[in-house]
């Protein structure tokens, strides 16, 4: 089975912060991605990679960055934490061959106070 | 631009009812795949439709993708409480990230 780990659950920092969250998924997938989820909003995807070292914008980069090192590991970072990212953070995996099902995490919730 | 469209998002039904989440996308796909969340939880996948045509069942749901009305439906039969979730479709065009409906928050009452 696919298995996606987020390095915390729940999570609660102050403004201002920085902020790691962590992504680790143990398919060899090469593409991963960071979403967040707010009621009445969907998933927004705030940035992607399709390997190692490399990185994509997604809809919502603003206020994050990401860092891939290593094939398994995709870390979300947040500069200096407003309170205007409180929200769930969801990892996801997929193959780059098809079919390109994402697999996510169980996700992190953050509230920064 | 592609855009998924759900409808309803929120949909409140009575134990034993049928009824059918529906998908609309803007773009040419032939993949698409149905996802559930239950409250405070992340996604998991239920369907995977992979080609036009394609219908998959599993206990009380049926997906089906209709690639040329790019259209794709989760029919519930005979509704229970353990269905209460919210349904996400997300249609595949390559190699980029999947593109998300908004979800249809299910709600099944006594």
């Known amino acids: 089975d696919v298995k996606v780990t987020q390095s915390s659950r729940y999570l609660v920092k102050r403004t201002g912060e920085k902020v790691f969250l962590e992504c680790v998924q143990d398919m060899d997938h090469e593409n991963m991605f960071w979403y967040r989820q707010d009621p009445g909003l969907g998933l927004r995807l705030i940035y992607f990679?399709?390997?190692?070292?490399?990185?994509e914008k997604g809809d919502i980069p603003e206020g994050y960055s990401v860092s891939r090192e290593k094939k398994e590991r995709f870390s979300l970072i947040l500069e200096s934490a407003s309170t205007n990212q409180t929200s769930m953070y969801l990892c996801?995996?997929?193959?780059?061959?098809?079919?390109?099902?994402?697999?996510f995490g169980p996700g992190t919730r953050l509230t920064v106070t | 631009e592609l855009k998924v469209e759900q409808n309803p998002l929120f949909l409140s039904m009575q134990e034993g009812k049928n009824y059918t989440i529906y998908c609309n996308y803007s773009t040419t796909s032939d993949r698409l795949y149905w996802y559930r969340q239950d409250p405070g939880k992340s996604l998991e996948s239920l369907f995977v439709?992979?080609?036009?045509?394609a219908v998959k069942q599993e206990g009380r749901l049926m997906a089906s993708l209709d690639t040329k009305a790019r259209l794709s439906t989760l029919h519930i039969t005979a509704a229970v409480h353990d269905l209460s979730a919210t349904y996400f479709c997300a249609v595949d065009i390559g190699n980029t990230p999947l593109v998300f409906g908004k979800g249809t928050r299910l709600s099944v009452i006594a």
């Open positions: 990679s399709y390997d190692v070292k490399m990185k």
């Open positions: 996801a995996s997929s193959w780059d061959y098809r079919p390109y099902e994402q697999y």
């Open positions: 439709l992979l080609s036009n045509g």
